[in-house]
């Protein structure tokens, strides 16, 4: 039959920890080709001055907007009563949403995202991995100087 499970022996992970070995690197945005990328709910009347507004930042700091990319959420009527909620916990992106920035970064030869919302420490990384260049939330590069 089926014994209990005991508990494991590796240590565990702290929420917002940083693994041993691996400090956060600085993000360098001068002379980068970025592409935005903005998750906004429907109730956010005006998407496109907050994503301005951000290449803006970006392009003061000496980076080179190469692409951007919108996920609205709640749009559609399915998608009214989960407007605060991410399409997706491991990238905040929906899947399709997620191939089209990997296929415009690809096309653009990106060397960064930066996302105008907030990002996890495991959203970062995954993202990262699946994206092959570094994904950062733009509060991020804006406190590093």
Do not use: W
């Not at 940083?18 to 600085?26: E, L, M, N, S």
């Not at 000496?62 to 951007?68: D, P, Q, Y």
Request: with cysteine; proline share 6%; aromatic share 2%.
């Amino acid at each position: 039959m089926h014994q209990p499970r005991g508990r494991d022996r590796r240590p565990a992970r702290r929420a917002g920890s940083v693994p041993a070995g691996r400090p956060a690197a600085p993000v360098a945005v001068s002379g980068a080709r970025v592409v935005t990328v903005g998750y906004f709910s429907a109730k956010e009347k005006n998407p496109v001055a907050l994503m301005d507004a951000a290449d803006t930042e970006l392009t003061a700091r000496g980076a080179r907007i190469v692409g951007r990319i919108v996920q609205r959420r709640g749009v559609s009527a399915g998608g009214v009563g989960k407007m605060a909620l991410p399409y997706s916990s491991r990238t905040l992106l929906s899947r399709g949403k997620v191939r089209e920035l990997a296929e415009a970064c690809e096309a653009t030869d990106a060397d960064l995202v930066v996302f105008v919302a907030a990002l996890t420490e495991h959203q970062q990384r995954v993202l990262t991995g699946v994206l092959g260049r570094p994904a950062v939330c733009l509060s991020a590069v804006l406190t590093a100087v």
